[in-house]
């Protein structure tokens, strides 16, 4: 197997520059408190790394946030988009030091297919599945796509009262249309405030691995709150986001003997992105 630990970046308070196709060139580096840090192969969980359902546990996002940065570092490469990314979450880890296992299932030339696992205290706690797609050049002709969104973006949305929304500073969102606890269209927007590993710039993967899990509580809250505490994620993207925000669009929630499923659609400022997918089990309800 090989070990994702090889990676290097700048220390906190350098700026950073992003490769052409990232999106954005320079950033600062944040100054909230990240949600690990690095002592040599281990990533060690702060407490703002907290999950909604036991204070004594993890965010399902921190989670995928970090297989998605095993994988990336270990497999990816600017020639690479990672087309799908497919997060099981099986046990709800607790706060002690986490390890990262990848193995390439196949390194080819067009296709890579890498799965990543994450330990936590020594036992599995969740693993990921990814397909990197080599870019190209898109067929010739043309191919319908539904129109896309018409929410305004987010420099354009005033900001609201929280509620809570933000789970304690966990990330900032500026809702569009909807909220949890209502009926009917939701749209917002949502971006990081805090770096997944300390000195560790966000990528344009590990932003959109970190939002992923929001589709979850987003599709999946009802009128009467989150009901559902979802197993795992799938998101998928035909490019790399641009910039600091995603856009969600909630298209679908079902449900049958307390089995859901949920469906967002993803943007980011330069248009659509992708699509991510939620299963989820009934659960103490969030109000």
Not at 10 to 27: D, L, M, Y
Not at 128 to 142: D, I, W
Not at 211 to 238: E, R
Request: contains cysteine; glycine residues 12%.
């Amino acid at each position: 197997m090989k070990s994702p630990f090889a990676d290097s970046a700048p220390p906190i308070g350098q700026g950073f520059t992003i490769p052409a196709r990232g999106g954005i060139r320079h950033r600062r580096a944040m100054t909230n408190e990240p949600f690990f840090s690095r002592d040599g192969e281990h990533y060690i969980p702060n407490r703002v790394s907290a999950g909604p359902w036991n204070p004594d546990a993890l965010h399902g996002r921190v989670v995928i946030g970090l297989l998605a940065h095993a994988i990336e570092t270990s497999f990816g490469g600017p020639d690479y988009v990672a087309a799908r990314l497919t997060v099981d979450m099986y046990r709800l880890p607790d706060f002690s030091p986490m390890t990262l296992e990848t193995r390439a299932v196949r390194d080819g030339y067009r296709i890579k297919v890498v799965d990543a696992e994450v330990f936590s205290g020594g036992v599995s706690a969740g693993r990921a599945t990814c397909q990197l797609l080599r870019r190209t050049e898109n067929p010739a002709g043309r191919v319908w796509t539904p129109p896309t969104w018409d929410a305004p973006l987010p420099q354009d949305v005033p900001p609201q009262p929280d509620n809570n929304l933000s789970l304690n500073g966990m990330w900032t969102i500026r809702p569009v249309v909807g909220t949890m606890g209502t009926i009917g269209k939701r749209q917002a927007w949502m971006a990081e405030v805090r770096e997944l590993i300390g000195g560790a710039p966000l990528t344009p993967l590990t932003r959109v691995a970190l939002a992923a899990d929001f589709a979850s509580p987003f599709a999946n809250a009802g009128d009467a709150g989150l009901g559902y505490i979802n197993s795992d994620v799938t998101l998928y993207q035909h490019r790399e986001m641009v910039g600091e925000w995603v856009g969600f669009e909630v298209v679908n929630h079902g449900a049958t003997d307390g089995v859901g499923i949920g469906e967002c659609w993803m943007y980011d400022t330069a248009g659509p992105l992708g699509v991510v997918t939620v299963c989820a089990l009934a659960q103490k309800r969030m109000v």
